[in-house]
């Protein structure tokens, strides 16, 4: 069995390393790992699209359309640039942010009612709870916790600073339910 | 002990454990890892070159001088050092010399696609192949090692989904690094055509022998009616989409792709199927030992770009005449626009651009692209041509000769200008070709991720000013005198003389990482909501990133985007952008020119 998970984000907001970390936790919890960045720059700005797949033995690194089990946005117009790897079951973790694209303004919204239109949806504030514990960099593990969880890889996380491990924190709590954003209910 | 390692990491760890001593490159997605990893190892020579060729050349000679050698480059770099790629084979080496490339199928950071093993075929050197970090780390070692038994070189070729793909990879320790000395060996080393004609007979002698070698990399799996050849990592692609069609085969994993062994004449009596990723190369070869093969060359699998696992379980399927097709994907409820990657916000090059866009208002102007990230100039219509290293000063010419008509400026960045531009700019000064050369000077080669330039060490108005050719220096920061000499390097372009400007600031990203290091926060910048007047300068014509057009057509800058740079507060007419904390903005610039 082999777990397929699509990260999304823009330039500059540390998908590469969101998936790096995931995919540390998972080689921690025993699992043969691939992660391939698939596309984007190492400039800011541009659509950056990595995936992970983990399981026993993986062979190809690469996911496929309509293949997924996990697809995770970093943002929110990116979430929807990923649609076509959601398949049957597949879950749809967004960070309820917009980053605009220059010259064109799209209502945040209108983004995040269109992607409510799909059945397993979850919004996660996780940019919100950065900014609370300082900085828009904490994004990424307060969705690395989140993740972790629902794959059932947080145990051995034991890299993070305490900033880090805050928001990681914040993020496995979510994914538990222990802490219900108005948001992802609205979602459900 | 299993490190979670990206390819090129993977690569340079395995010419580590066998004693690579020389090392040099040339930086290029996806292949600039592989010499970042192994700069860390200091009892070696590890350096970026300027170029390709120079790379391969400090590589091949230490290889002559009986060392363990390794050159990196990506796909197109191995066009800049075909020379001495192919005299490498006539002369071949005393110690080990493997030449690491790494393809770009689907130009995700190209301008072109190439299959490297085509070099191989037509400079008579093995190519090996991995499929994954694992064996792109064996390959490594394996590869340089064998170059050295065989004294010839050897080319290990890569794919982005290779280099640029993480994975658990077993790495034994380091070897200690083996140098060498060179031994005078003239009919060997001094291709004059009697020694070379002489060298090619011993080069095709080798050749014959490398085909048995090549089976030693050939493995078979599995077993069925059905047999699948397949090369790197199409391998993959091949076992998961045999699975997943639930079809059971003989699958032939080809390690050295070129030259192919001769034993594979006999694979299956029918049809075989061949997935490799690029060019149809082990295809063809294939055929010309008289396989009958169904594969790329007709159309079972794309041509182009990259192989993915829809289209290797369609071309298998269609190969077997299974007739499986994949569902289409999903759409989106709501399509997204496109996000074209843009100058980072702050970046130099912006305010260059802008620069130039003012000074040459109301003129026909052609801009003379390169390669590199100053190409999202394309954003702001500044990027007319951008087709290889070096286009912007050499195409550039040749347009200013050809349409007397029209100014050409020409930008290229300072690591390609060190790379490709250096004989141009003697071209342009001897032929006294009429032109503008911008060299945005960020001092790093940004676009592969910050490797230092040479900039620092050997400035580019230097190299114009010993060369005699007119030159100018400015920070793009400084917009109002930036524009002023791009005036008067206009106005000297079009009395006729060629002229040379310096833009000079170091990249945001380091600055940022820079700030970062020393504790100390930018500066933002805001939009006076009241004072904004929708004229669009900033969002339209400076086009920073964090600047978002709202729909009452004012700016709006976000904060989280924002790298303080002032450039939107120097070109809004209206004076309605504010820093957040002014005391900080001239700091912040001094800092950053530091970077
Ligand atoms: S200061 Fe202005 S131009 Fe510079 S990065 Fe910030 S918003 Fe962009
Ligand atoms: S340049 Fe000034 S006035 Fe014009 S849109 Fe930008 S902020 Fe508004």
Redesign the pocket.
């Known amino acids: 069995m082999v777990t397929s998970v699509v990260i999304v984000g823009v330039g500059g907001q540390g998908v590469m390393t969101l998936a790096r970390w995931l995919g540390r936790a998972a080689m921690a919890a025993g699992y043969d790992v691939k992660i391939a960045e698939v596309h984007g720059l190492s400039q800011r700005g541009g659509s950056v699209e990595v995936h992970v797949r983990l399981g026993d033995r993986v062979y190809g690194p690469v996911v496929s359309e309509g293949d997924a089990d996990y697809v995770v946005a970093m943002e929110a117009l990116e979430a929807l640039r990923a649609f076509r790897y959601i398949g049957g079951n597949t879950v749809l973790v967004v960070n309820k942010r917009v980053i605009q694209i220059p010259g064109r303004y799209l209502d945040p919204e209108q983004v995040y009612k269109a992607l409510q239109t799909y059945k397993n949806l979850r919004l996660v504030p996780a940019f919100d709870i950065a900014m609370k514990i300082g900085d828009p960099i904490y994004e990424n593990s307060v969705l690395l916790g989140y993740l972790a969880k629902l794959l059932g890889v947080d145990e051995r996380v034991d890299w993070l600073d305490e900033r880090n491990r805050r928001a990681f924190d914040e993020g496995r709590r979510l994914a538990s339910g222990d802490l219900q954003p108005s948001a992802s209910s609205m979602a459900s | 002990m299993r490190h979670l390692l990206l390819g090129n990491e993977a690569i340079a760890y395995g010419a580590l454990s066998a004693g690579v001593a020389v090392a040099a490159g040339y930086p290029g997605t996806p292949s600039s890892e592989i010499i970042e990893t192994l700069l860390e190892y200091r009892d070696r020579f590890v350096q970026w070159a300027s170029n390709e060729k120079t790379a391969v050349e400090i590589a091949y000679g230490a290889a002559l001088a009986g060392a363990r050698a390794l050159a990196a480059m990506k796909h197109v770099g191995l066009n800049v050092a075909a020379d001495p790629l192919h005299s490498a084979a006539y002369t071949g080496v005393v110690g080990g010399f493997l030449i690491v490339t790494a393809d770009d199928p689907n130009m995700w950071s190209s301008q072109n696609e190439q299959d490297t093993r085509w070099y191989g075929l037509q400079s008579y050197i093995p190519v090996l192949e991995p499929s994954d970090p694992q064996e792109a780390f064996k390959m490594a070692k394996e590869g340089l090692m064998l170059s050295e038994a065989l004294e010839h070189p050897v080319i290990l070729r890569s794919v982005t989904r290779v280099s640029h793909v993480r994975a658990p990879v077993v790495v034994e320790p380091p070897a200690p690094p083996k140098f060498g000395k060179f031994a005078r060996n003239v009919e060997r080393y001094v291709l004059v055509p009697q020694n070379a004609r002489r060298r090619k007979a011993e080069v095709l002698r080798r050749w014959d022998s490398f085909a048995d070698l090549s089976s030693r990399f050939l493995s078979i799996e599995g077993d069925g009616e059905v047999v699948v050849v397949a090369s790197g990592v199409g391998y993959l692609y091949a076992v998961e989409a045999l699975e997943r069609l639930r079809v059971k085969a003989a699958v032939v994993k080809v390690g050295m792709p070129v030259p192919l062994p001769k034993k594979l004449a006999d694979v299956g009596a029918g049809e075989v199927v061949v997935v490799e990723e690029g060019d149809p190369v082990v295809e063809m070869q294939l055929r010309a030992m008289g396989v009958k093969t169904r594969g790329k060359i007709d159309g079972f699998f794309p041509k182009i770009g990259e192989l993915t696992l829809r289209s290797v379980v369609e071309g298998i399927s269609k190969a077997l005449g299974l007739g499986v097709r994949l569902p289409d994907p999903p759409t989106p409820p709501l399509q997204p626009p496109p996000r074209p990657p843009y100058l980072c ?2 970046c130099p090059h ?1 305010g260059t651009f802008y620069a130039f866009k003012i000074a040459s208002a109301g003129q026909k102007v052609i801009w003379s692209g390169d390669i590199g990230c100053y190409t999202l100039g394309i954003n702001t219509g500044q990027q007319d041509l951008a087709t290889h290293m070096g286009s912007s000063l050499g195409l550039g010419m040749g347009i200013a000769v050809a349409d007397r008509e029209k100014l050409v400026v020409a930008t290229v960045g300072d690591s390609t200008f060190y790379h490709a531009a250096l004989p141009q700019l003697i071209d342009l000064k001897t032929k006294k070709v009429p032109l503008v050369l911008v060299v945005m000077d960020n001092e790093y080669t940004a676009m592969t991720g910050g490797q230092p330039s040479p900039s620092r060490s050997v400035p580019a108005e230097r190299l114009a000013e010993a060369v005699g050719v007119k030159h100018y220096v400015i920070d793009p920061a400084d917009l109002k005198r930036s524009v002023e000499i791009a005036k008067a390097a206009v106005a000297d372009a079009k009395s006729g003389e060629p002229v040379v400007v310096v833009s000079r600031r170091p990249c945001t990203l380091e600055a940022l990482r820079h700030a970062r290091r020393s504790g100390f926060k930018p500066p ?2 805001y939009v006076v909501a009241d004072k904004c007047r929708s004229c669009g300068i ?1 969002y339209n014509v ?1 086009k ?4 978002a057009k709202l729909p009452d057509g004012k700016a709006w ?1 976000d904060p989280s ?9 120097q070109v809004c007419p209206y004076d309605a ?1 504010k820093p957040t904390e002014p005391e900080k903005v001239g700091k912040w610039l001094e800092l950053w020119s530091q970077a």
């Open positions: 916000p702050g912006m933002k910048f900033c400076l920073c990133y964090a600047i800058i985007l924002c790298s303080g740079c002032s450039m939107c507060a952008i």
